[in-house]
């Protein structure tokens, strides 16, 4: 194998110092008592002192076993365990009590699952409206490959104010990237759901760094604005270990600034590119940004 790309020293990751460091360690704590899982710890996200210790984080509902194996992803991968009904309770009480005036709730890929988790998300989204009216919720949604209809309707009555669908990559790189994924699928699940729900805001996100060329890049912003999408956020991808996908190139931070500009021209109501920016990174401010929350 290739040597790994230097990192160029825009990739800094920032350590939180002082009282960061307290809220970091607090959160941690409640989110260990509470048996939740969070992206910001499992997928190894360089945000992570800078989000805990603003206190925003996204949890990660269905257990932190997926089905698929996309190599460019640090969650394990395999047979997950039943969805655990008490969860939306636990996870309800978790946001009351952390207080948090935004969530982002996403999940691994549950193809074990006969609507591929969606009922789920929704009883999470009714227990966070119980318990916290005022929090504005973002779902971050697996494909719902062959489960479309199904999924849909289990959102019909419990709505998120955002719906979030990452795309990750250009169609030109799904084989390797996303295996078990479908670009077309994907952009269907954003316009149908737009299409039943034109009140509620769709959001994409994007890596760079897997290979693909800024055109590719641009000609997905078409697609996504074709079918709906809102908001866009486009990040670079880091490899979590030697054994992901490596990284084909560091994009700079003004060609983001580009991305960015291009998006907002294309008619995304938001878009936020840079570096460390990930689907849910500042999702308060992205949300705020767009008129949504
Ligand atoms: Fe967590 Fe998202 Fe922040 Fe990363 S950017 S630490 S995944 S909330
Ligand atoms: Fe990771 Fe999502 Fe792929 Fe599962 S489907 S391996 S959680 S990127």
Redesign the pocket.
Known sequence: PKAPLPKPEWIRVRLAGGEEAERFQSIKATLRAHRLHTVCEEASCPNIHECFGKGTATFMILGDV?????P??D?A?GKPLPPDPAEPEHLARTVAAMRLRYVVITS??RDDLRDGGAAHFAACIRAVREHSPSTRIEVLV?DFRGRLEAALEAFAHDLPDVMNHNL?TVPRLYRQA?P??DYAHSLRLLAEFKARHPEVATKSGLMVGLGETDEEIVQVMRDLRAHGCDMLTIGQYLQPSSGHLPVERYVPPETFAAFEREALALGFRHAACGPLVRSSYWADRQAQEAGVA
């Open positions: 997926c089905t698929r194996r996309c460019f992803c969650v991968h691994v890929d697996p990750e996303r078990g994924a």
